[in-house]
């Protein structure tokens, strides 16, 4: 564990921005585009440090919730933070810009396929478990967690 300082702001970027991180983080420095990465619709966000270091990254993309019915829904892909600065807020903040995202854009639910490892995360930040456990080949075991969006 590092002490790296949390400041960092996050925007939206292209998705050249934030394949290098998705890769080593989620894909072992593999391939790691995403069906949909091209799509107009599609946001990719990106946690920079104050010098300009990309820490952190992920994608929205509007898509239905197979769990919940749901007026506009978004799914959420992608989500890696450095190793580096984990535990200082870089994904609380990606996760709160996610959130504003999908909203100004008037989505009215936000799920996703998480990683059992990571779903302690993502209650932390306002989503719920709503599936079992299901293994996602051959990255393990995730299960379906949604969370509402603020003012919808
Ligand atoms: C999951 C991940 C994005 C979290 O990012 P992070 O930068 O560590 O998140 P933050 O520092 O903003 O943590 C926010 C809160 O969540 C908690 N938290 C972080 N990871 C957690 C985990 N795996 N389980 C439980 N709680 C976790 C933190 O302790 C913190 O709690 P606090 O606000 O009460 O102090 C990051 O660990 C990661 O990239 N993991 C590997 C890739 C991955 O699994 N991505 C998700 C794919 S579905």
Redesign the pocket.
């Known amino acids: 564990m590092t002490s790296e300082p949390?400041a960092v702001s996050v925007e939206e970027v292209g998705v050249d921005v934030v394949l290098p991180l998705r890769s080593a983080?989620?894909r072992d420095g593999g391939p790691a585009a995403l069906p949909g990465d091209d799509d107009p619709a599609t946001v990719h966000l990106a946690a920079r440090t104050p010098d300009g270091r990309v820490v952190?990254v992920v994608r929205l993309a509007p898509a239905p919730c197979p769990w919940r019915p749901a007026r506009e829904p978004w799914q959420l892909r992608g989500?890696?933070?450095d190793p580096g600065?984990?535990?200082?807020?870089?994904?609380?903040?990606?996760?709160a810009a996610c959130l504003a995202v999908v909203a100004a854009r008037g989505g009215d639910l936000l799920w996703?396929?998480?990683?059992v490892?990571?779903?302690?995360?993502y209650?932390?930040?306002g989503f719920t478990v709503v599936t079992d456990a299901f293994d996602v080949d051959p990255i393990g075991p995730?299960v379906g967690m949604l969370a509402p969006v603020p003012g919808r």
């Open positions: 949390a983080v989620l952190g989500m890696a933070t600065v984990r535990g200082t807020g870089a994904g609380r903040a990606l996760a996703c396929n998480a990683r490892t990571a779903a302690g995360f209650e932390h930040m995730h």
